[in-house]
């Protein structure tokens, strides 16, 4: 079916926002429509918004659907509409995706993934701890029990965490924390954690940044949780096949060894009025003992 030319027009408190093209295929394996996602970001705002909004956004900007091309989108799009806040990081004007309005607009755009800052905009001092697991391999069978491993080692440091799926092929660990540990605390807690395991399963894991360098080894990136850089937010959607969510799951369901992609924005509505966020459940992870052990080493 021909995309219609006849725009949606939704109703955004006291402002409209016009969604063209509402019937355009954006995940056509899917069956998922531009209005369709749109519909999905409003229902995934609450729990999506709340780990992007003091942080700087970069999203990733789909015209055609998964199947065409793509671009990075740091600099806000033009024109803004009024209730869309922004912030300046360097030179760059970044959208602050803190309201459902400004969410909705982005998808409007065909924004169909969030990734945003791990520093945020008015603390300088962490609220969170994240290791990313970074599959070599396109399809990893092991990455499941990689995260165990991981969970295992935290187990015993006496502290817990959040395994979410990243929405692609990876893992990502995160642990809120009390606030009071640096960045380069934070860095350095995850530099142990990794050259730990990388030492302790040789056959499973590996520190090595060059990718050429990693064989078909899991790469624990310790280094991307830092000022300046991004990771994909809880709850994004990913523009590959099947719509996967990144979605935060349990120790018990990684032990199931569940698949990235069974997590998707045609199931994860339901999914989350049953579990709701569980990175927003887990208390915060105090580190100061475990840090000034570390630091003895």
């Known amino acids: 079916m021909a995309a219609t030319q006849t725009p949606t027009m939704l109703k955004l408190g006291d402002e409209q926002l016009a969604i063209t093209h509402p019937d355009k295929l954006l995940w056509p394996d899917m069956g998922i429509t531009k209005l369709d996602y749109v519909q999905k970001l409003a229902a995934l705002a609450p729990y999506l918004l709340p780990h992007a909004e003091n942080r700087y956004l970069t999203t990733i900007r789909w015209p055609e659907g998964i199947g065409g091309i793509s671009f990075y989108q740091k600099n806000c799009p033009k024109p803004v509409p009024p209730y869309v806040r922004t912030a300046m990081g360097g030179t760059i004007n970044y959208v602050v995706l803190d309201s459902l309005p400004t969410l909705l607009w982005l998808g409007s755009l065909y924004s169909l993934e969030f990734h945003v800052s791990c520093e945020s905009l008015s603390d300088p001092l962490p609220d969170r ?41 990876g893992v990502q660990v995160v642990m809120p924390i009390e606030r009071g540990p640096t960045y380069d605390d934070l860095r350095a807690f995850g530099k142990f954690v990794s050259e730990y395991l990388a030492a302790k399963f040789p056959r499973m894991f590996t520190v090595e940044r060059l990718k050429k360098n990693r064989g078909t080894l899991i790469y624990l990136d310790y280094l991307q ?42 199931n994860i509505e339901e999914r989350l009025r049953q579990r709701g966020d569980l990175i927003s459940l887990l208390p915060k992870q105090r580190l100061d003992r475990v840090l000034q052990t570390i630091a003895s080493l």
């Open 129 to 169: 701890w994240i290791l990313d697991i970074d599959p070599s391999l396109e399809v990893e069978p092991r990455i499941m029990e990689a995260a165990s491993a991981v969970s295992d080692l935290l187990a015993t440091l006496g502290l817990d965490a959040v395994p979410k799926t990243s929405g692609a092929t």
């Open 225 to 266: 949780y830092y000022p300046g850089r991004t990771l994909a937010a809880p709850y994004t959607p990913r523009a590959r096949p099947g719509a996967p969510v990144s979605t935060p799951l349990t120790w018990e369901e990684v032990r199931r060894d569940p698949k990235p992609a069974d997590y998707h924005l045609l």
